[in-house]
C-alpha cells in the first residue's frame, strides 16, 4: 500500500541554522500539507499546497517558512533561522483530491533545536 | 472556527477494560470525523471516519458514531488490550478549511 513518507526521521540543529524536511508524498496526490506537533501537545496546521502553491496557512507559518516541491516527487518545508521553539514533530500529509476526506500521514521528523 | 474537543487523559486501564474516549466538535458546515491513533515513536495512522451523520467508523475493535443533534464521535471499545497503548485524536475536515483541525489527544494506557 503506497505511503507518505519523511526524512530524515529525526534532526538535531543550533538555534539559527536552516534546516528543510522532506516528504515524498503518495504520488497520485495533489494536495499537501505540513503540520506540526509541539511535544505534548495538539497537531496543529502549517500550511497547504496545490498545483505548486500555497492555498492555505497558519498563523504559525510566518516568514521563517516555506515551502516547495522542487520536482515531480519531493515536497520541503524549510525553515531558514531555527528558534528553540520550533522544536517538534512535523508531519506531512497527502490526499489525492480537494473533496477527498481523508489526508494521508507520513511518519515525521522530529526536529530539535539546541 | 471549527475545533474539536477531546477528553482529556490520560486514561488508564486493565486489559479487557471499556473504552470510551469523548470528542465534540464545532462546525460551521457539514465536515468529515476521524480518530488518528500515534503509537509510541510513530506517526500519525487513520484509526476510522466518518463521513455524515449517523455514520459509524469501524476498525480493530473500535467504533464511533457520528451525531450530529450532540456534535459528538466519541471512540469506544469493548476490549482493551495492551498494544492499544497509544495517543488517539480526534480530528475533522471540512470543505471550506482543506486542512484538518485535531483535538489535544489522549493518551491511554492499557495495564496487563
Known amino acids: 500500500e503506497p505511503e507518505v513518507t519523511q526524512t530524515p526521521s529525526h534532526q538535531v540543529t543550533q538555534m539559527g541554522q536552516e534546516v528543510i524536511l522532506r516528504c515524498v508524498p503518495i504520488s497520485n496526490h495533489l494536495y499537501f500539507y505540513w503540520y506540526r506537533q509541539i511535544l505534548g501537545q495538539k497537531v496543529e496546521f502549517l500550511v497547504s499546497?496545490?498545483?505548486?502553491?500555497?492555498?492555505?496557512k497558519s498563523e504559525i507559518f510566518d516568514d521563517q517558512f516555506s515551502v516547495e516541491r522542487p520536482d515531480g516527487s519531493n515536497f520541503t518545508l524549510k525553515i531558514r533561522s531555527t528558534k528553540l521553539e520550533d522544536s517538534a514533530m512535523y508531519f506531512c500529509?497527502?490526499?489525492?483530491?480537494?473533496?477527498?476526506?481523508?489526508?494521508?500521514f507520513g511518519p515525521g521528523t522530529r526536529l530539535l533545536v539546541l | 472556527g471549527d475545533s474539536v474537543t477531546q477528553m482529556e487523559g490520560p486514561v488508564t486501564l486493565s486489559e479487557e477494560a471499556f473504552l470510551t474516549i469523548n470528542c465534540t466538535y464545532t462546525a460551521t458546515g457539514y465536515p468529515s470525523l476521524f480518530w488518528y491513533v500515534q503509537y509510541p515513536g510513530e506517526g500519525l495512522q487513520l484509526l476510522l471516519k466518518a463521513t455524515k451523520a449517523d455514520d459509524k467508523g469501524s476498525n480493530k475493535g473500535f467504533e464511533a458514531t457520528y451525531r450530529k443533534e450532540t456534535t459528538s464521535f466519541h471512540l469506544e471499545k469493548g476490549s482493551v488490550q495492551v498494544s492499544d497503548s497509544a495517543v488517539y485524536f480526534c480530528a475533522l475536515s471540512d470543505q471550506d478549511n482543506n486542512d484538518m483541525r485535531f483535538g489535544a489527544g489522549t493518551r491511554l494506557t492499557v495495564k496487563p
Open positions: 499546497f496545490y498545483n505548486n502553491e500555497i492555498s492555505e
Open positions: 500529509a497527502s490526499k489525492r483530491e480537494r473533496l477527498q476526506e481523508t489526508q494521508y
